[in-house]
């Protein structure tokens, strides 16, 4: 165990960790079949701005990053290299090849957009979660899980013996009002209090932005935050190196 968390976080548990996300940069090129814009030419550019971490989501119907991105940028990533996936036989397999730094487990459905909700790893229907981090963790792949915040989920991902758990903040960051957001932020701050009781890791990632990252960053509990679509967007108009490094600076003013 304590040679998959040093994998995992990276540092102590005082730093303050941006995982760039870089799905989009894959979802240009696929539009229109282009061997460009390049993932692995992106991520370079997050690691010189300041990223951490080099966060892919390889999903079963391929729809961005592709198998050779990830056999790439597992050669390629200086920082640490996160793949999203879901807990199934195929990705399992494909983590167990190319054996990146860190695996977040997610749910997946092949109509959705974007992931939807926190895995629910509570009922594990069939035990395809607690297989699957046990198959990477004997692989020695650090092993999170995407989950909402709820105790039950909580519960369930220390059971399973996961080395963390990544927080899901869409509620928070989709909330209509001061009052409605302010509910899923004390839910935000009650998981992540939670999960640290229970000697987890605890990261946040899903929809958060240059406008709604602050209050989530100023919980002192969570290590790292996963961001994707908002820089991606946001390097559409300043580029690619100034869009992290103004995100990093707003992790870093939230912890000042």
């Known amino acids: 165990m304590a040679r998959r968390q040093s994998r995992l976080l990276g540092g102590s548990e005082e730093e303050t960790l941006l995982g760039v996300n870089i799905d989009h940069v894959a979802t240009i090129r696929q ?18 701005a ?21 056999q790439i940028l597992k050669e390629t990533v ?10 199934t036989e195929e990705m399992a397999r494909i983590a167990l090849e190319t054996r ?23 009922s594990d229907r069939g035990g395809s979660v607690s297989r699957t981090v046990r198959m990477l963790q ?16 909580l519960r369930a991902s220390k059971k399973f013996g996961a080395d963390a758990v990544e927080i899901h903040t869409g509620a928070y960051c989709e909330a209509k009002g001061e009052a409605a957001r302010n509910d899923e932020l004390a839910k935000l701050v009650d998981s992540a209090k939670a999960a640290k009781k229970l000697g987890l890791q ?12 602050l209050p989530v960053a100023r919980i002192g509990e969570f290590v ?33």
């Open 138 to 153: 004997d692989g020695e792949i650090s092993v999170s899980l995407f989950i909402d915040p709820d105790m039950d989920q």
């Open 31 to 48: 539009a229109r079949g282009t061997p460009y814009p390049d993932p692995v030419h992106a991520a370079a550019l997050c690691e010189l």
């Open 202 to 213: 605890v990261n946040a990632g899903h929809g958060l932005d240059y406008t709604n990252v």
């Open 224 to 256: 790292e935050f996963n961001i994707g679509h908002s820089i991606i967007s946001r390097a559409v108009l300043v580029g690619l190196v100034e869009a992290v490094r103004e995100m990093k600076r707003l992790l870093l003013q939230a912890r000042a």
């Open 78 to 87: 200086k920082t640490r290299l996160n793949l999203e996936m879901a807990a």
């Open 100 to 122: 990146p730094h860190t695996a977040c487990l997610v749910p997946e459905r092949r109509e959705e957009l974007t992931t939807e909700g926190g895995l629910d790893v509570a």
């Open 50 to 70: 300041g990223a951490d971490q080099i966060t892919i989501h390889l999903r079963e119907d391929r729809r961005h990053i592709q198998d050779r991105d990830l």
